[in-house]
């Protein structure tokens, strides 16, 4: 065997445990249903376009919702459940001796079971999105498929970045039970603390130096490092970057910033973009969502006593 024929097993073993099936009802359901749902019915026929769906996004300066952000928070959630024991089940039942004795390498292993995992969440997303391409002709909604392509492209990256974080997690756990606390405990984080932190961070540090008589720090410093910090959350860089394929970067860049976070920071996009706010800085960030913790996973796995 080779980590093609365990990237072929992994994907054999998803479609008889249902979970592709799983995988794919949901994502039929969510993005071909709500596009019938919004762009068949409560949209009228002017207003039907493929960004006033997928390109929402609704500001209201403490809160703000996306449809982008809502589909990456689903897709983070279903990624992770399909790669955090993709290790440690094995672990626990002895079948990855089995596995590592075919013969196979730990590196076959773990290239194979990325990928394999990778497969079932691309293949249930496209059939998700071959669904609402259906419903949107169906409805005669306005197609932009530029921009509604370069979003495709980027969910499918977003989904494989969360399996890599999940295989790494069943990398670095002892257990079953620890993976899956884990998991949890870093869906949280992702979802709900990482904005509280990006924004406690540059408080932290303007007390810091203030306290040893260096000065505040700037307002536009300490705005930018918030916001930067917000940008290396995998779900925040994807809702960016897919507001940046209908809005483009400046408008993008504050589409789900808060009210004061867009007054400081919309004069210093008027007048450039920095490169650390750039498109192309954003999606590095995304791809070392991908490789990073499969890296992390493979050192993690490579050293452990099996």
Avoid: C
Avoid at 113 to 135: E, H, Q
Avoid at 203 to 228: C, D, H, M, P, W
Avoid at 241 to 261: K, M, N, Q
């Amino acid at each position: 065997m080779s980590w093609q024929a365990v990237a072929r097993k992994e994907f054999r073993d998803g479609i008889r445990s249902r979970w592709l099936h799983g995988a794919t009802l949901f994502f039929a359901l969510f993005l071909g249903g709500t596009s019938a749902l919004f762009l068949g019915f409560l949209v009228p026929p002017d207003l039907r376009q493929v960004s006033n769906l997928f390109g929402f996004f609704a500001n209201l300066g403490v809160f703000s919702f996306s449809f982008p952000g809502l589909l990456a928070l689903v897709l983070g959630f279903i990624a992770l459940s399909t790669s955090y024991g993709s290790i440690t089940e094995e672990r626990e039942s002895g079948s990855i001796k089995l596995l590592l004795s075919l013969p196979n390498s730990r590196l076959d292993a773990v290239v194979g079971k990325f990928l394999g995992r990778s497969a079932i969440v691309i293949a249930a997303l496209l059939v998700g999105f071959l669904v609402t391409f259906v419903v949107l002709v169906a409805t005669g909604s306005r197609l932009e498929i530029v921009s509604f392509s370069q979003q495709i492209v980027l969910t499918l990256l977003l989904g494989v970045a969360f399996v890599s974080i999940g295989l790494s997690l069943s990398a670095l756990a002892d257990s079953n039970r620890e993976a899956t606390l884990a998991t949890m405990g870093l869906y949280l984080v992702f979802a709900v603390l990482w904005g509280s932190i990006s924004e406690g961070i540059p408080k932290l540090i303007n007390y810091v130096t203030e306290q040893v008589g260096l000065g505040a720090v700037s307002e536009v410093t300490r705005v930018k490092l918030g916001v930067f910090l917000k940008y290396l959350n995998p779900l925040k860089t994807y809702e960016t970057l897919a507001a940046e394929a209908y809005y483009g970067p400046a408008r993008a860049r504050l589409v789900s910033t808060a009210f004061g976070e867009q007054t400081v920071l919309t004069p210093v996009l008027e007048e450039s973009i920095p490169f650390y706010f750039s498109g192309w800085f954003m999606f590095l960030i995304l791809l070392a969502w991908i490789v990073v913790p499969v890296a992390v996973g493979y050192w993690a796995f490579e050293r452990a006593d099996l």
